[in-house]
């Protein structure tokens, strides 16, 4: 997707950090924007700071968990714009325990909105784009911990966020078959100043309602690296079409040291093949 000007965004969880930072860089893109957020008041705030700047925005209160809303989200984009040309699945919430004594409701409401909210969006908007015709294209929010298993506490979270990227990765290879010019990618961004670990505060009744977590420690980053930093590199590599969108270059480190430890066992299973025959 090479133009964006006077085309249609939607983003997900863009009341705040990384989903605010790209709603308003579409706008600095010349895109009509629709801000979707569980916050109904933070999204208009963003929504009219971008009417604001002389942009065109809509804030739309969305609870990615359930399809019902996202499909009003759908409903209301295509109403106010008349198509959708690019979907950030961007909202996402956090959970801070370890795998034992995680609860059933602690994975339900991180696989509703980190894994659910996307495919609710794919469900919701991909059909409306093919019969819209041309470009368009989807970005699934993940992380570096959709790559990599770190041990900070954060098991649930990891596991379903390589859910997100494995969904990406089979539904750019679905789209590809199509030969269509409709494409999709995965931003898998390192950490970053946002307040996702503040999310517990919504979380929703049906999953254990609101929770708060203690002080977490912060890495000591030499150069903080903000959301605005990364938006306008995202919508370039939309641009380029990149499968893999990172926000932190020098975590390549960590994705090669990763990749070598699973390439070691394979060097173990010859050995053990020989071995045992």
């Not at 098991?155 to 679905?174: C, P, S």
């Not at 999953?207 to 903000?226: A, E, H, S």
């Amino acid at each position: 997707m090479r133009e964006f000007r006077d085309r249609v965004a939607v983003v997900t969880g863009a009341a705040h950090g990384v989903g605010r930072a790209l709603a308003n860089e579409c706008a600095n893109e010349g895109m009509r924007v629709v801000v979707a957020d569980l916050e109904g008041e933070p999204a208009e705030a963003v929504a009219a700071s971008i009417r604001d700047r002389g942009g065109e925005a809509i804030a739309v209160e969305t609870d990615v968990a359930e399809r019902a809303q996202v499909e009003a989200l759908a409903d209301r984009t295509y109403a106010e714009f008349g198509a959708a040309h690019l979907l950030f699945n961007n909202a996402g919430v956090s959970m801070h325990k370890t795998i034992e004594e995680s609860q059933v409701n602690d994975w339900e409401w991180v696989l509703a909105v980190n894994l659910w909210g996307p495919l609710n969006g794919i469900h919701a908007f991909l059909p409306r784009m093919r019969a819209q015709g041309g470009e368009a294209h989807i970005v699934n929010t993940a992380s570096m911990s959709g790559l990599i298993s770190r041990r900070n506490q954060r098991g649930i979270y990891q596991a379903v966020k390589h859910g997100v990227v494995a969904l990406t990765n089979a539904l750019r290879h679905e789209l590809e078959a199509d030969d269509g010019e409709i494409s999709c990618s995965v931003f898998c961004p390192g950490g970053m100043l946002t307040d996702i670990e503040d999310a517990g505060r919504h979380r929703q009744e049906r999953f254990g309602g609101p929770f708060t977590l203690g002080p977490m420690p912060v890495p000591r980053q030499p150069n903080p690296v903000y959301p605005e930093d990364i938006a306008p590199r995202v919508l370039e590599a939309v641009r380029q079409d990149q499968r893999y969108i990172f926000s932190h270059p020098h975590t390549r480190a960590d994705l090669e040291e990763h990749y070598a430890d699973i390439l070691a066992g394979f060097d173990a299973a010859a050995r053990i093949a020989e071995q045992v025959g």
